[in-house]
């Protein structure tokens, strides 16, 4: 009987924590719904949050040093650096745990299908185009970094500054995928499906940010067949290439042909359950 009742105790414990957990920490909310993509987000989220604290210490440090009369310039650095670092992480992370900052006066009283139509205009037409729009201008500015070298300002800082800008687009990368997968799990309320959204519904929930992201593969792949075939050309001229010119329809016939063999496989799925 005692160990049955220690047992009983166990549960209801374990439960409680479970409970509490779920509330008190965003990663777990709605958890049995979140697909590889946020559980990703939310893990590299986790593992990123450790730098707050790191970053508490090296201000407390800097102060003590700064008082006693050690200004340490790597020290300033190295809190900037942690900070951006954490910081873009947390991007991600609150598009993935829905925490971020909103004016939901009137979004907290609306039913989950509208709640789930307004995400989906909100994270495929408007916040993920600009996210592919930053990876893409990010990949070159890090790349600029790299080649200079860049580093601080300060004979005494950390000289490595290119290492914090190749950082970047990694991060706005993440921030894609927790964009992705929680406009599937919205996609999916929407559809009232409990299973995984079919591409050709993504791709008409993100139609905008589909076509640039196809554009801009499409346009470096024909950059470096230009560049491959012809190695005397000036860099800066492959842009201007006529078979570079229409790659904005190339990207629209390639987004197109995608959602109309995933509708094609879609129905014949359908038809054959």
């Known amino acids: 009987m005692p160990d049955e009742y220690s047992e009983t105790l166990h549960h209801v414990a374990s439960d409680t924590i479970d409970h ?88 907290a009283n609306f039913s989950p299908r509208k709640k789930a139509r307004i995400e989906l205009y909100a994270l495929g ?45 990694l991060l706005f990368v993440m921030a894609i995928i927790a964009t992705l997968a929680t406009l599937q799990r919205h996609l999916a309320t929407l559809i009232n499906s409990a299973s995984k959204p079919a591409l050709w519904t993504v791709i008409l929930a993100a139609f905008p940010a589909m076509w640039f992201a196809a554009e801009r593969v499409i346009y470096y792949v024909l950059w470096w067949v230009v560049r491959l075939s012809s190695p005397d050309i000036v860099p800066r001229r492959i842009g201007k290439e006529p078979l570079l010119e229409p790659t904005m329809w190339y990207g629209l016939a390639l987004v197109l042909a995608l959602a109309a063999v995933s509708f094609a496989l879609t129905r014949r799925t359908a038809s054959k359950a």
Request: hydrophobic share 50%; glycine share 8%; net charge negative.
């Open 125 to 169: 037409w408007c916040l993920l185009p600009f996210l592919i729009l930053m990876v893409d201008n990010l990949i070159h500015y890090s790349y600029s970094s790299f080649v200079a070298r860049e580093g601080s300002d300060s004979p005494n800082g950390l000289h490595g500054l290119f290492l914090l800008k190749m950082l970047l687009p």
């Open 20 to 107: 509490v957990a779920a509330i008190t920490d965003p990663g777990e909310r709605d958890r049995a719904s979140h697909l590889w993509g946020d559980r990703l987000m939310i893990n590299f989220g986790n593992f990123m949050a450790w730098l707050f604290p790191i970053l508490m210490l090296a201000i407390v440090a800097q102060v003590l040093m700064r008082k006693a009369g050690f200004n340490q310039a790597w020290l300033d650095d190295a809190q900037w650096w942690i900070y951006g670092a954490a910081l873009t992480t947390g991007f991600g992370y609150a598009i993935t745990t829905e925490s971020h900052v909103r004016v939901d006066i009137f979004h």
